[in-house]
């Protein structure tokens, strides 16, 4: 019999914070856990920290590969090794409230319809606090009943409130393998792991929100969305546009019709109009050329 949750943290040359990850999911309230680490092939201390840390209990795994296979095929692996009834994927430089787990099993366990649950986050950074950011906006929508309006109520939601951390709720585990195992129909690489992957699973799940900070996503430095991040953007801008140099430009618009690629493809598998389809992927390439150009 399995672990009630499975903790999968897949890693490479996660050697500067990974020791602090790993000592936050331990700390755990809910203590009937498996760790599974995956490191794709990193060559800083990744390895040492990791290996000590499986030293400690049983309940941490191990796991190293010689190359690095990219992250989609990281936080997969992880996924296929897990046996516990909940999982969640954990960044390696991200940190949790000791009660995060076992608040989010609680919300699943009084909703039996939902398939994941997720926290307020604060997005934070290491080098002062005055940097971080609460970004919550629209998140209480993943507990909808219309699957097609949490899909379109999300959608619309700007990048830069950190909507995509969804993706690291806490999930059954075989809601989140069937959300897995539909982006192989559609072409797994395309649509990634959260990105557009976080609509679809909204979709094929309604979500358990719960009302209070317990996950923090952590920057070294300023927080994507802060003041201070838009100002340097546009810095940015006032420079390309005096050298009369595209290249960030087109690199990151390359980027973001990488991720509209994604997103069409999943919109495609969804019961909506052409209309609603076009509009929703519209204002998705508006916010992201807005909030990262």
């Known amino acids: 019999m399995g672990p009630t949750v499975s903790i999968g943290l897949p890693v490479f040359n996660g050697g500067q914070f990974v020791d602090q990850a790993i000592n936050s999911l331990t700390r755990q309230t809910c203590d009937d856990w498996e760790l599974l680490i995956s490191d ?6 990744t390895e040492f920290i990791c290996r000590k840390w499986a030293t400690t ?7 190293r590969h010689q190359r690095n296979h990219g992250a989609v095929w990281n936080f997969r692996s992880v996924l296929a090794r897990a046996k516990g009834e909940y999982f969640m994927w954990a960044a390696a430089d991200d ?3 000791p009660s995060y787990v076992e608040r989010c099993i609680r919300g699943l366990r009084n909703n039996a319809d939902a398939g994941f649950a997720i926290t307020r986050w604060k997005v934070c950074s290491r080098t002062a606090a005055t940097l971080n950011r609460q970004c919550v906006p629209g998140l209480p929508i993943v507990a909808l009943n219309d699957p097609l309006a949490r899909v379109q109520q999300y959608s619309r939601i700007p990048f830069l409130t950190h909507k995509d951390n969804l993706i690291y709720g806490l999930w059954r585990r075989c809601a989140i393998t069937n959300v897995v195992n539909r982006t192989e129909s559609i072409g797994a690489e395309q649509v990634g792991i959260g990105g557009a992957m976080n609509e679809l699973a909204l979709y094929m799940y309604r979500g358990v929100f719960i ?25 940015l801008r006032f420079r390309d546009t005096f050298k009369r140099d595209c290249r960030r430009k087109r690199k990151i618009v390359s980027e973001i019709e990488n ?9 495609n598998q969804l019961p909506m109009s052409s209309e609603e389809r076009c509009d929703l992927i519209g204002v998705n390439r508006r916010n992201l050329l807005r909030e990262f150009y």
């Open 40 to 45: 794709n092939g990193s060559n800083d201390e």
């Open 57 to 63: 209990t049983s309940k941490i795994q191990y796991y």
């Open 95 to 97: 940190l949790w409230a």
């Open 211 to 235: 009302d209070e900070v317990l996950f923090f996503k952590m920057y070294p430095l300023w927080t994507p969305g802060h003041w201070i991040h838009r100002v340097a953007l546009r810095c």
């Open 259 to 267: 991720q509209i690629v994604g997103l069409t493809s999943v919109l």
